[in-house]
């Protein structure tokens, strides 16, 4: 029950990726996830934001109704402007995207995703989904938030192929490419990584509630670094759990 001081590791990561979104601000939503996010982030801290769907979508509140896809009718009832993705596309590069979140296969310590490929992209052992939007909000966003497990086999020294580009090599590598933002923060099934540092390495920043600093870096496939000041992960207050319960009435998400 909503406020009752229990809570999902699927509930965590979402309030946990809610609070990435601030007031006011035009967050490309993506996929899964980040659609009970948006909507938990609406009706508690930042009841400005604006939600872009690539599908062709853009709110200024959660659908009233349970979403399991983006392009559901419930999404599409009450949009401020329902378009194509082209239009919604060309918002990232008229530079008019806050944040934008995007999930995947691989992630490595400079925050670059991989959706493609698994081994040598000629010859692979696993083909994947592939880009869809992925890329240009990777590269476009004002700052990237990426939703993944956390695994070994996931969270990789360097990915097989770049689909989403992070800081790329690490450092100013992406700044002399001309690509905007960056990856801002990983939310994992443990932990919250962040960049820091010259090279931008994504660093250990939080660490959820019945974890520890140990299990996070045994389960990461690089050496993973902490950050200056490393807490723990707030879990979900009465008001954020409120709104998940509102936003997710059938418990699809949670």
């Given at each position: ?50 939600g ?28 401020a ?44 052992r696993?083909?994947?989904p ?13 700052r ?14 360097r ?19 001309g ?22 390495e ?49 418990g699809?998400?949670?």
């Amino acid at each position: 029950m909503p406020g009752s001081g229990s809570y999902s590791t699927q509930e965590l990561m979402i309030t946990a990726a809610a609070r990435e979104i601030r007031d006011g601000e035009v967050v490309f939503v993506g996929m899964r996830l980040p659609i009970a996010a948006f909507g938990v982030a609406r009706l508690t801290h930042a009841p400005g934001a604006v939600g872009l769907f690539e599908c062709g979508l853009v709110r200024h509140a959660p659908a009233t109704d349970m979403l399991y896809t983006m392009g559901d009718p419930p999404n599409q009832l009450g949009a401020a402007w329902a378009t194509g993705l082209v239009q919604v596309m060309g918002q990232l590069q008229a530079g008019r995207v806050d944040a934008g979140f995007i999930g995947g296969a691989e992630i490595d310590k400079f925050g670059n995703i991989n959706t493609s490929y698994i081994g040598d992209f000629s010859n692979p052992r696993i083909k994947l989904p592939g880009s869809g939007g992925a890329p240009d909000i990777a590269a476009m966003a004002g700052r990237l938030l990426a939703i993944m497990n956390h695994e070994k086999r996931r969270l990789v020294e360097r990915v097989d192929y770049v689909t989403s580009p992070g800081y790329l090599g690490g450092g100013g590598a992406r700044a002399e490419l001309g690509l905007a933002g960056g990856p801002a923060a990983v939310i994992t099934d443990r932990a919250i990584l962040r960049p820091h540092g010259p090279l931008n390495e994504l660093h250990l920043a939080s660490v959820h509630p019945g974890h520890t600093e140990e299990e996070v870096k045994e389960n990461t496939g690089w050496d993973l670094k902490s950050a200056p000041r490393v807490v723990e992960t707030p879990p979900p207050s009465k008001e954020e759990m409120d709104a998940l319960f509102k936003v997710d009435k059938e418990g699809f998400w949670r």
